[in-house]
Nanobody
């Protein structure tokens, strides 16, 4: 089994910053892509940012230039630095990881979610 534990959410004023962390633990050979998604009530979960094991990144247009994703492969941890936060960034943020559990098999795992609330 693999567990993803997120931390760092909270309440912040517009223009402020937050840093999310997500640590993976359990039966892990390696982790391919790690990412952050977010979801608001009544809407589908959307990709915010993702990073491959080699460091290649991908961002949603709405967060480019404001958010930065990074990972520490030795710690199986992914971070999301969120700057210049806007009210529309308010959502539950979920960590995601594609984990190689055997040589031939990878599985997708999700964290429990952490609330980010930006007050205007």
């Amino acid at each position: 089994q693999v567990q993803l534990v997120e931390s760092g959410g909270g309440l912040v004023q517009a223009g402020g910053s937050l840093r999310l962390s997500c640590a993976a633990s359990g039966s892990i050979l390696s982790i391919k892509t790690m990412g952050w998604y977010r979801q608001t009530p009544g809407k589908e979960r959307e990709l915010v940012a993702a990073i491959t094991s080699g460091g290649r990144t991908n961002y949603a247009d709405s967060v480019k230039g404001r958010f930065t994703i990074a990972r520490d492969n030795a710690k199986n941890t992914v971070y999301l630095q969120m700057n210049s936060l806007k009210a529309e960034d308010t959502a539950v943020y979920y960590c995601n990881a594609e984990v190689l559990v055997t040589i031939l098999r990878s599985l997708m795992y999700w964290g429990q979610g952490t609330q980010v609330t930006v007050s205007s």
